[in-house]
């Protein structure tokens, strides 16, 4: 399968990142990919109020997500903002907070999983604007069984074994990873140490660095996009500025690793 990794700098205003994702998605429908993954928070950055963003997975801004999957033959996985219901209500009312969601759309299935770990560390509260999930995701994209994750939920590797566990061969993380000392650092080594715990492929998708001030302790990109073989090889790393990253991904090479490597199997602990 030949995948694409969007890696983009959005912006405060949906309507403009919508833009952004016409584009990107047509580059890489042109490139050959028959999936385009794109960052956490493409609807809208995290500098930006989320409540002001959100809507539903068939909302407007999802539905011309839908369309241009549908207009490129291909799927397109992307990260926006839902609103939460408020379970105090017990009859689907609104909550004040909103879902951190990745919806995964070929034009007609949708899919979409809502980040479960929040980002409540290094200065920042996810938590104090966002509504964990609570189910993961797991789907076949082509032929390949599939798990799906979001940023922050990338530093616990039990959501990672536990899709290999059920049969995933590939994993999706969608980020807007905060920079600060050692961060970038960290994202390598946790990108390739899930390929490494799962012996599946890795594709880790982030923001763009972005250009001028950070903004606050919003976490908005590093770059370094990057897709890891089942044995923790850097198959291909973007820099950190906007770029499209395009692979194939050898379907066989995940046997052939766990052949190789049966940490799956022979975990005692789980």
Known sequence: MRVALAQLTSGPRPEDNLALVEEWTARAAEAGASLVVFPEATMAWFAADPATTAEETDGPWAAEVAAIARRHQLTVAVGMFTRAEDPSTGSGGRSAKVRNTLLLTDGT?????????????????????????????????GTWPTGVAICYDLRFGELFTGYADAGAELLLVSASWGAGAGKLEQWRTLSTARALDTTCWVIACDQAEPQGEQVGTAPLGVGHSMVVDPLGRIVAEAGAGPELLVVDLDHDLVGQARRALPVLDNAALR
């Open 109 to 141: 299935a949708h899919h979409r999983y809502h980040k479960i770990h929040l980002f409540d560390a290094f200065g920042h509260r996810e938590s104090d604007t966002v509504s964990p999930g609570t189910q993961t995701l797991q789907l076949t994209l």
